[in-house]
């Protein structure tokens, strides 16, 4: 079935609670609804979202803005080690992960509370504490805006990256909307508490995927804000990767500096850990702030920053790094 709204208020449809608007709001919950649409009729260009949770919209939008509300989760449960799980585009990330953590299955369970959708996380190939999306993904389902028709791809050919897969690339860019995703999860215990602060819950391995999300949301709780009660985009910039020569001389003046190390040497630092010691935990302009529990976080604490308040704040917090440590941050959130 398929909503449509001609200027619609996007204010409720993004987690940054931006007060801007699109020309045209559709809703659909099937792969028939899509091939049903004219989209050369529609009010161009078109714009997917979820629940736009990583998005900054940065004025009105004067194109199409197509909502996916196609949920399920199929189980192709054969008795097997490896579970597979197709669901579509439109259920929300945190539903999947409680209920494969409630069937005892695992993978997906240290990338709880994650805002946005199956279909965005799939774009986005979102990830925490040592987890990415792509590492219990098996194909996704989309449909070819070029061809009008359903098509495929296997996880390797999302080319997928930190924060990025081919859906997000220029080439592919716009072409392709996700409508499912097939994922693989273990019956069997896999559990990964190396990274961050699962490393000193954990005295032994735990037994249970709903250990590690229940973990994993109180660590998540006690830093991060809630989309429902204060505006963000989550995580606001992705966290640098360095060079063994450029790591080390970041190093310089400081006892120690978190990081992890990557395969060929390099060496990922937590941006939140460089925005602090730039003196910005708490900085504002205008309406927009630093997140005092977290600095990797951009707030809209009132509800009513301005576009312009949050990309001043950005280029402040780039500036800072860049003349303290010589690292240029990018944002991870999609200006739009």
């Given amino acids: ?20 608007s699109c020309a045209c709001y559709i809703e659909y919950d099937s792969i028939e609804d899509l091939k049903s649409l004219d989209f050369d009729s529609l009010p161009q260009p078109l714009l997917s979202i979820g629940e736009a949770s990583n998005i900054l919209f940065t004025e009105d939008f004067k194109g199409t803005v197509l909502r996916s509300k196609i949920n399920y989760i199929k189980y192709f449960d054969v008795g097997a080690d490896t579970v597979p799980l197709a669901v579509g585009a439109g259920v929300k990330w945190d539903d999947l992960v409680k209920k494969s953590c409630e069937d005892r299955l695992w993978g997906a369970e240290n990338l709880s509370l994650i805002p946005g959708t199956v279909g965005a996380a799939a774009v986005q190939n979102i990830g925490a504490y040592g987890v990415e999306a792509k590492d219990i993904i098996a194909g996704v389902t989309c449909f070819d805006l070029k061809t009008r028709e359903k098509t495929a791809f296997k996880v390797q050919e999302c080319n997928y990256g930190y924060r990025d897969s081919i859906f997000k690339q220029e080439e592919f860019k716009g072409r392709y909307i996700i409508t499912g995703v097939l994922f693989r999860l273990s019956r069997v215990p896999v559990p990964k508490i190396e990274y961050g602060a699962l490393k000193s819950i954990f005295s032994e391995a735990p037994s249970e995927p709903m250990q590690v999300r229940e973990a994993v949301i109180n660590i998540r709780n006690s830093k991060l804000p809630a989309v429902e009660e204060i505006g963000s985009a989550g995580s606001f910039f992705k966290n640098p990767v360095l060079e063994p020569l450029k790591f080390a001389q970041l190093c310089e003046g400081y006892e120690t500096v978190p990081h992890y190390l990557l395969p060929g040497g390099f060496v990922k630092v937590p941006a939140a850990w460089l925005i602090e010691q730039c003196g910005l935990k708490g900085a504002s302009v205008g309406g927009a702030a630093v997140y005092e529990k977290q600095p990797l976080v951009i707030v809209n604490h009132s509800g009513e920053a301005r576009a312009e308040e949050v990309l001043a704040l950005e280029n402040k917090i780039i500036m800072a790094v860049q003349e303290k440590f010589g690292v240029v941050l990018q944002p991870e959130v999609e200006h739009v």
């Fill in 1 to 20: 079935m398929i909503k449509k709204e001609f200027n619609h208020s996007l204010s409720a449809q993004n987690t940054f609670r931006m007060k801007v």
